[in-house]
């Protein structure tokens, strides 16, 4: 099985990477602008004895996404993970502050970059009759976030387009759902403290927030072949049960 997750160079994506090679499956990851941290994973995942290889794709450049997918090869499952954050605005600016230019360049690189890589896949897919896509969202979507509204916006859409995807390739063997992450811990430098890690913990009925890890089993098993019926469906990670984007 190969699998191509976008944005595999950190965070989520690199630990999705790592449980797919730990699985058995050959993976290619993407990065934009993390080469060395991409280079990083790929070194990982040989050192286990997996197969892993990098490319370059930028959401914002979607002239990158078709020969991204052909230095690939054959993909049998595409995690969607890669994201366009959009212009950090404070909270102050209402929502009629946000300029147009914003609001396009947050649904080109997050809404149409995806549509056009899962175009680019797809075909394939069919022909060999078995898929998974799955679509990495944010409880920010569900929730909103307070001040501008492009990045949320963004992610739900996602959300639409795998009900559209499931109903347009299910008969062809292919599945597409998403996994939506609440406030997940990685190894990046987070801007919540832990007091409010605590708050938003103890509002979940696991009393603790996921990791990157725990997204990663997640992600694995909807786009396997152990996953084997399961399609449309907005899949929510325990960590959302804190409504995190609100404290955050």
Do not use: C
């Amino acid at each position: 099985m190969h699998v191509l997750i976008t944005g595999g160079s950190s965070g989520i994506g690199a630990a999705t990477a790592l449980a797919y090679a730990r699985a058995g499956a050959r993976v290619t990851i993407t990065y934009n602008t993390g080469a060395d941290r991409a280079a990083g994973v790929v070194k990982r995942i040989e050192e286990e004895g997996g197969q892993a290889a990098a490319v370059h794709l930028d959401l914002e450049d979607h002239a990158t996404i078709a020969p991204a997918v052909a230095q690939a090869g054959e993909v049998d499952a595409l995690v969607a993970n890669a994201v366009r954050w959009g212009t950090i605005m404070p909270n102050s600016v209402p929502f009629e502050g946000v300029p147009a230019a914003e609001w396009s360049a947050v649904m080109h690189a997050n809404v149409v970059a995806n549509a056009l890589l899962v175009q680019a896949v797809l075909p394939g897919m069919r022909r060999r009759g078995f898929g998974r896509i799955v679509f990495v969202s944010s409880g920010a979507g569900e929730e909103g976030l307070p001040g501008p509204g492009a990045y949320g916006t963004a992610k739900m859409a996602l959300h639409g387009m795998a009900r559209a995807l499931a109903w347009d390739a299910g008969k062809d063997g292919v599945l597409v759902n998403v996994a939506v992450a609440g406030l997940t811990l990685t190894e990046r430098e987070r801007p919540v403290s832990q007091e409010a890690l605590d708050a938003i913990a103890a509002r979940t009925p696991t009393r603790r927030l996921s990791t990157a890890e725990d997204m990663a089993a997640l992600i694995l098993f909807l786009g396997s072949a152990a996953n084997r019926n399961l399609t449309g469906e907005i899949i929510r990670d325990g960590s959302n049960a804190g409504r995190s984007s609100h404290v955050a």
